[in-house]
Each structure stands twice: as C-alpha cells, then as structure tokens.
C-alpha cells in the first residue's frame, strides 16, 4: 500500500506544481499587465536565489528524517504562494513568491527521490523512479487538461484556485504512507552494514573531489539554463497572439511536453538494461534544436509540436 501511496504523492505532487510555473508568466502579462522586461527580471533573480539555495535545501533533506513533514510544508506554502500572486500581483509580493517558488522546486522532486528510496531496495530502484515519473507526468498532463477547461471557460486564475484542493490531496497521499517504512538512513545512502556505525555519508567536498561528477553536474547545469525557460517563453508568445485563449494554449503546450515525456520515464526505469548514456546524449542533442526551432517559426501549430522535444529533454 505504501507503494500504491507513492503512486499518488506523484500524481497529485504534479498537479500541484503544475499549477505554476507558465501559468504564472501568462498570468501577469496578458492579466496584470505587466511588461516582459519586469517579467523577465522577476524570474532572473527568483531563479538565481533559488539556484544558489538549493545545495542547502539539499543538505537539509538527506539530513531530516521528518521528510513528510517537510514535504507538507511545501506544498502548503506552495500554494499560498500562488495564491498570492492572483490576490495582489504587485512587484514585491510577486519577487517573494516568486523567489519561494523557485526555492520550493528544490525541494520537492528530492524529497520525493529520498523517500522512494528509503521505501525501495537498490534492486528495484530504477523501475520504481521510473514509475514515479511516469505517474508525475501523467499528472502534470492531468491539471493541464482541467486547467485549460476550467481557464478558457471562466478565468486565468483558475490554475491558482485549484492549488489548495491539489494540496489537500497531496497531504492526504503523503500520510498514508507511514513514517516507519521509510528507511532514514538508506535515503542518505548508507549502506546496510553502515547503519548504526559511526560511519557518516561522505561530505559535499567529495563532489568537487569526483571529476566526473563535477563535469556531469556543470552538463546538467547548462542544459537546465537552457531548456527550463523554453516552455514559459513558448506560452509567453503564444498568449500574446492569441488573446482569450491564453490558459487553453499554455496547457496545450504542457501536455504536449508531458505526453512526450512519458515513453521516455519507461525508457528510463530501464536505464539498467540498455544504459544511461544513451538517454542523457537525446536529452542534450533535444535542447539546441528545439531552441532554434522555437526561434525560426511564429505557426502555433509549429510551436506546440515542437514542444515533443521538451519530452526528449527530461529522461
């Protein structure tokens, strides 16, 4: 049960987050009118705050052991945090939002990583994080359909109003899986014969040691700046084209990006048979051309289909 559990903490995780992100950058320009150029600023330095936060949010997940809990607070600021922005979209609001927003997105998708691997043995790992995904994605694919519903018929601000029945949900999911099946120490990645010695999980110096893994985090830095912002800016553009169909066509674009990534999250939970090298060369290879694809043509149908590469970019 406690695996079926997980099943729905990425379901409904997705539709919570789900809520923002594109829909925040459509909001305040086709609606709270404000200009690209304060968009733009807003988002820079949210990102970069949240980005240099996030190794501390790190070390404070693989250190707590009260990971549920710290995932319920999230998930609950997350939402006030949408709130907010519908409720009074001015410069400061928005900026602390914002910012709390881009701290929050290093919190969830590790927390969730750390408990699935604190309920799951090394054996089972791979096919365990790739069903996450792919239930996160189809989740994400499930708020964009409401959304676009819900957005085209009434209002823009409806992804927001449906933060808190998401959270709800989410909170619900997130207790019933019980805290003591959670291994605490396996999650840090401390082996069996490990637990209960006076051994500790080796330092954060021990990256910077690894030259391997400094050249894969500085990749996976460089492709995040490059395909993070393509999907808000891909709804930016079509929501001042077509306006009154701003919420209809942002969500067209995400669940186009999340369809995509589902057979890749299958590809994924078998990493173990055919290897990860292959996956992570697709995702690098899906990001300069769906760059210069989105830069060449203003056909939404164009646009929208190029988004299938955004699902290439996130195996």
């Given amino acids: 049960m406690r695996l079926v559990a997980l099943d729905w903490v990425n379901f409904l995780l997705a539709d919570v987050r789900g809520g923002l992100g ?14 690209q150029a304060t968009v733009g600023a807003v988002l820079t330095v949210s ?7 996030h190794p501390s949010v790190g070390a404070l997940i693989d250190n707590i052991r009260a990971k549920r809990a710290l995932l319920i607070v999230a998930t609950l600021v997350l939402s006030v945090c949408g709130l907010a922005v519908v409720w009074a979209p001015t410069l400061p609001v928005v900026l602390a939002a914002d910012i709390a927003m ?4 290093g919190v969830f998708a590790p927390v969730v990583a750390a408990m699935t691997v604190g309920l799951c043995d090394s054996d089972a790992l791979p096919a365990r994080l790739g069903r996450n995904a792919v239930f996160d994605r189809s989740g994400n694919v499930f708020m964009a359909v409401v959304v676009g519903i819900l957005g085209t018929i009434f209002s823009e601000a409806a992804p ?8 709800a949900l989410t909170i619900g999911a997130v207790l019933s899986i019980p805290a003591r099946a959670i291994d605490h120490d396996r999650a840090r990645g401390l082996a069996a014969e490990d637990v209960g010695a006076a051994s500790q999980p080796e330092g954060w110096r021990m990256l910077l040691r690894s030259r391997p893994l400094v050249v894969f985090a500085a990749a996976a830095a460089i492709l995040s700046f490059a395909n993070a912002p393509l999907l808000q800016l891909v709804a930016q553009k079509l ?3 077509h306006p009154g169909y701003e919420t209809g066509l942002t969500s067209a674009a995400i ?4 369809l995509a990534t589902i057979p890749m999250a299958l590809l994924a939970a078998r990493a173990n048979a055919f290897g990860r090298r292959p996956l992570l060369i697709i995702a ?8 210069l694809l989105c830069a060449s043509f203003d056909n939404p149908s164009w646009l929208l289909g190029v988004q299938l590469l955004d699902g290439a970019a996130q195996p």
């Avoid at 881009?102 to 997105?105: I, K, R, W």
């Fill in 22 to 35: 594109a829909y925040v950058i459509v909001y305040l320009v086709t609606r709270a009118h404000w200009s």
């Fill in 47 to 53: 990102g970069l705050t949240g980005i240099m936060l």
């Fill in 102 to 105: 881009a701290v929050l997105g």
């Fill in 160 to 167: 927001f109003y449906l933060l808190p029945v998401f959270a």
């Fill in 239 to 241: 929501a001042l084209a």
């Fill in 255 to 258: 669940i186009i990006t999340q």
């Fill in 284 to 291: 690098f290879a899906a990001v300069p051309l769906r760059c």
